[in-house]
């Protein structure tokens, strides 16, 4: 089943480079391929409920990148398999509240579990460069001395720039170094499974022994904070000050600097600004060429010039995609029985991103004025015209719609300094209306196609 690995290892990186990491932690990274052929794959997931959340919820994603993949129709089916990865498992399950039996002994943390970090992020296969060198240079810091260098440390930044891979990095080095140390692990999701868990099972004392025992906290993704209750804020927040308080090290990762995650309790915010904040921005060029050749030489890969070049100049924002584009090579490469050229790239790397016009506010400002007939300037401005108003309210709604790292606060500069919370009733009144008046819908709908076919040229 040669030819069945490759695929099942280029689908695997394609599913984590298209999806985010609540969506690949929750289910998709504990499947393994159980077989493949005559366009048939068969994937296994660890137990029934992981099984029953992937057919329910990914099952046509995973479909769609197959046949992508494959360049041809395939059929993808389910089975529980015993070899399946098992690490993740509880997790998954935890997500899934209502299978729980509510007994106490149900109960079992995920933080019981070894820190679950990936052995193949560390600092060595980390290729720094001008978008990501105090980023970097920060992590290492942290990891040779923890909890005196930066702390908290927080890393913010797009998805697929290398943040999860920083902290894997952080929890590895401590690990190698200092083994009497503890280190955890964990998304913002497992955060809260585990949280909820506890609550269910009357274990919270428990719970917070584990999480605050840790010499080395590494929490992803918090963003995902900004849409939870108060009483996990409380949670959040006191296992931060048990932690800092012990000169125990923090590192957090999120899609934004904290100033723009309006959802967090105003004193965890002002906690995460007193240590040290960082971002991760797109990599250069010569970065991306960089990442290229590394991962190619890491895995054995004869990657000519020519292709790393012309692969770098179309995937500018997802270093995922820029890594699984080398095992689809190579992939394709096997199943060809040929070596890896430029042609067989761009014969079989379709789907690769495109080189584009990067979707920025003033494109979609631009826009809207010209659909409506209408000054960017006044767009922007302040007048109360009827229409004026209307062209706005469209415009601040399609721009915390398409553009997913605007935050509301960021928006708001954007419309001469207005009020954040004018921009939350403004983007709104869009939602509501775009479920009542069909003319408003059409609107937006045109304006959708017409920003993402000028994102395309």
């Given amino acids: ?21 609540a969506v690949w932690a929750a289910g998709l990274n504990t499947l393994r391929l159980v077989d493949y052929h005559d366009n048939q794959i068969v994937i296994g997931a660890p137990n029934q409920i992981q099984l029953l ?16 993949l494959v360049g041809r129709e395939v059929q993808v089916s389910l089975t529980v398999s015993e070899t399946s990865g098992t690490s993740e498992v509880h997790e998954a399950a935890m997500d899934d509240s209502d299978t729980s039996t509510g007994g106490s002994e149900s109960y079992v943390a995920s933080v019981d579990r070894p820190a ?73 999701e497992t955060f809260l499974n585990d949280f909820i868990r506890a609550i269910q099972t009357r274990t919270q004392l428990a719970l917070h022994e584990r999480y605050r025992e840790n010499d080395v906290l590494l929490i992803d993704d918090i963003q995902f904070m900004e849409t939870r209750g108060e009483t996990f804020h409380e949670e959040i927040f006191h296992t931060y000050n048990a932690l800092h ?51 190619a030489e890491r895995e054995g890969i004869a990657l000519p010039n020519d292709v790393a070049e012309w692969i770098a100049h179309r995937v500018r924002d997802n270093i995922r995609e820029l890594e699984g584009s080398i095992t689809m090579l190579r992939a394709f490469a096997n199943l060809r029985q040929e070596p890896i050229s430029l042609e067989l790239a761009k014969a079989h790397l379709t789907n690769l991103g495109h080189e584009q016009i990067v979707l920025k506010p003033e494109t979609i400002l631009s826009v809207v004025a010209d659909f409506y007939g209408l000054s960017v300037e006044d767009v922007r ?77």
């Fill in 245 to 295: 308080g012990e000169g125990k090290q923090i590192v957090l990762t999120s899609d934004r600097s904290p100033r723009d995650l309006a959802g967090l309790q105003e004193r965890f915010r002002s906690r995460l600004l007193q240590g040290l904040v960082t971002e991760i921005d797109q990599p250069d060029l010569e970065t991306r060429i960089a990442i290229l050749r590394s991962k």
């Fill in 116 to 188: 679950r970090l990936d052995p193949r992020m560390t600092f060595d296969s980390f290729v720094p460069g001008s978008s990501n060198r105090l980023a970097f240079a920060a992590a290492q810091s942290v990891a040779e001395t923890p909890g005196r260098a930066y702390n908290p440390l927080m890393i913010y930044g797009n998805s697929g720039l290398g943040k999860t891979h920083l902290l894997h990095a952080i929890g590895n080095y401590v690990q190698e170094n200092y083994p009497g140390r503890k280190v955890l692990y964990v998304s913002t």
């Fill in 381 to 457: 401005g302040s007048k109360r015209l009827r229409p004026l108003v209307h062209a706005r309210h469209v415009a601040m709604y399609l721009i915390r719609d398409l553009l997913n790292n605007y935050s509301y606060p960021m928006i708001a500069r954007i419309f001469d300094g207005r009020n954040h919370t004018t921009v939350i009733s403004g983007v709104e009144k869009i939602k509501e209306q775009i479920t009542v008046n069909p003319e408003v819908l059409a609107q937006v709908n045109q304006l959708k196609r017409r920003l993402q076919g000028e994102n395309r040229e």
């Fill in 1 to 21: 089943m040669q030819g069945g690995e490759e695929i099942w290892s280029a689908l695997r990186d394609s599913l984590r480079g298209n999806a985010s990491e």
């Fill in 53 to 68: 959340r992937v057919q329910q919820r990914y099952l046509p994603f995973i479909t769609e990148q197959a046949q992508i």
